[in-house]
T-cell receptor, first 111, second 117 residues
């Protein structure tokens, strides 16, 4: 079983749609759950992080963590063409600083 | 702009050669991380340095080595290059001072694209 599973897409949606991105994981030691956004030919940038279970909202973005199901989600409301990018889920254990990434989902928001 | 700089942006070389990738962390950051991104493996952690000392290793090949210098910049050395080493190599930096419930954000540089022919 892979440590992290993420559907690579591609995902194509019209502008204004609600986007749902998901990852599953198998390592119970993960305590920090993150979403990175990577534009083409750029480095990843941290969008949101959640410590432990629950929801976190930041503008149009909502991150959800369900530790019992080992499932995390990122929702994007009112999606914009500028949201077109690859979205990577990432995980950290409490004891170290090594990020474990999903392979990323390529999202295209069409005007 | 994350504040992390990487040079060169692109590197084209031949199999069997050796290259050095350079990274300058954000001002004030003591930790440097190296990652490799390829189409089949995704983004993979290679190695972590904190204030000049190696702190953690990932799936880094023996042909690869890294160091962090007193001025905190870091270099990743790749030797006996193979076709499969072609990838994007990212450096990230962080302060390395995590408190419970808050994460030590890793800021990524723009990457070096390595092509081995």
């Amino acid at each position: 079983q892979k440590e992290v599973e993420q559907d690579p897409g591609p995902l194509s949606v019209p502008e204004g749609a609600i986007v749902s991105l998901n990852c599953t994981y198998s390592n119970s030691a993960f305590q920090y759950f993150m979403w990175y956004r990577q534009y083409s030919r750029k480095g990843p940038e941290l969008l949101m992080y959640t410590y432990s279970s629950g929801n976190k909202e930041d503008g149009r973005f909502t991150a959800q963590v369900d530790k019992s199901s080992k499932y995390i989600s990122l929702f994007i409301r009112d999606s914009q063409p500028s949201d077109s990018a690859t979205y990577l889920c990432a995980f950290l254990r409490g004891s170290n600083y090594k990020l474990t990434f999903g392979k990323g989902t390529l999202l295209t928001v069409n005007p | 702009d994350s504040g992390v700089t990487q040079t060169p942006k692109h590197l084209i070389t031949a199999t069997g050669q050796r290259v050095t990738l350079r990274c300058s962390p954000r001002s004030g950051d003591l930790s440097v991380y190296w990652y490799q991104q390829s189409l089949d493996q995704g983004l993979q952690f290679l190695i972590h340095y904190y204030n000049g000392e190696e702190r953690a290793k990932g799936n880094i090949l023996e042909r690869f080595s890294a160091q962090q210098f007193p001025d905190l910049h870091s270099e990743l050395n790749l030797s006996s290059l193979e076709l499969g080493d072609s990838a994007l190599y990212f450096c990230a930096s962080s302060v390395y001072a995590r408190r419970r419930g808050s994460t030590d954000t890793q800021y990524f540089g723009p990457g070096t694209r390595l092509t081995v022919l």
